[in-house]
């Protein structure tokens, strides 16, 4: 019951409300101020490149001396990588498209449309190219045939092997399939929170360095709560709904932080602030 609402409300949420919407969209964009949607995406595309190179830089220097596989290995990186890259960025390209511009509705709307392409780019990427990349990538290092891991199992046999664990009474490893399992589906909603904190954060209007203070702090607490929660005692997760409520706890703090942002009431521009734009 509990996978068949996950893909249920994914599968509305990911596929027939952005078919549903993008046109009315981008319709709309005419009309707001597309150039500023236009520069966030640019930004957004820019960030991601830069932190795909980051987040795959240290696994690629520890293979080096593989130099004749690099290309292929660098392939089998990249997957990994984006589903904690593509929200970060989408975040920064909000901020930086929308700095200085009022946060209107159409424009709230094309951000969420791009939220909602972001998590289905996420579900596509963790649920198949993730996995079989990641097993790739360690037969090809290995150079022999290995049993996937963790990382490398799919949805259902994460889920699976949790529910098998916990039955036998392994409590710790149970906890920490159904944590990871869960994780994966909070990292897919991620782009869409991410984007919708973005919104939050520009309609405060607060200075720039304000600005990329903020961002920094709400990006670091969110990537550090996720590795700090590797050093918690597994055989807590292993009652799924802890496991549930723990792993989606960031998304669920920051979409409520974003919903207060926005919904607050902000000063209007003077008209020297105006003509300064």
């Known amino acids: 019951m509990l996978v068949e609402s996950y893909l249920g409300f994914w599968t509305v949420l990911l596929l027939h409300v952005p078919v549903i919407s993008t046109r009315r969209v981008l319709l709309e964009w005419e009309a707001s101020d597309h150039r500023a949607i236009g520069r966030a995406l640019g930004s957004a595309a820019l960030t991601v490149i830069i932190l795909t190179a980051v987040f ?96 490398e199992m799919s949805f259902a046999s994460l889920r699976e092997q949790a529910l098998a664990k916990k039955h036998d009474g392994r409590l710790d490893q149970a906890g920490k399939l159904f944590f990871s399992y869960h994780s994966r589906w909070a990292l897919i909603g991620a782009a869409l929170v991410f984007a919708l904190f973005g919104l939050g954060v520009t309609a405060l209007r607060a200075g720039r360095a304000a600005t990329a203070g903020i961002g920094m702090i709400g990006c670091v607490v969110y990537v550090t709560y996720f590795f700090e929660m590797s050093y918690t005692r597994a055989s807590v997760f292993s009652d799924e709904p802890v496991a549930l409520a723990l792993a989606w706890l960031p998304n669920i703090l920051l979409t409520l932080a974003s919903g207060a942002l926005l919904s607050a009431p902000h000063e209007p521009r003077l008209p020297d602030q105006v003509s300064r734009k």
Do not use: D, M
């Open 56 to 151: 795959i830089a240290a696994p690629l220097r520890g293979i080096i001396r593989n130099e004749g596989q690099i290309p292929w290995l660098l392939v089998l990186l990249l997957p990994q990588s984006l589903p904690l890259s593509l929200p970060l960025s989408l975040f920064v390209g909000v901020l930086y498209g929308l700095r200085n511009r009022a946060v209107t509705f159409p424009v709230r709307r094309a951000i969420l449309v791009i939220g909602l392409a972001g998590s289905l780019a996420s579900f596509g990427t963790i649920k198949w190219l993730v996995p079989a990349a990641n097993q790739a990538f360690r037969v090809t290092i290995a150079r022999q045939h290995l049993v996937r891991g963790l990382n």
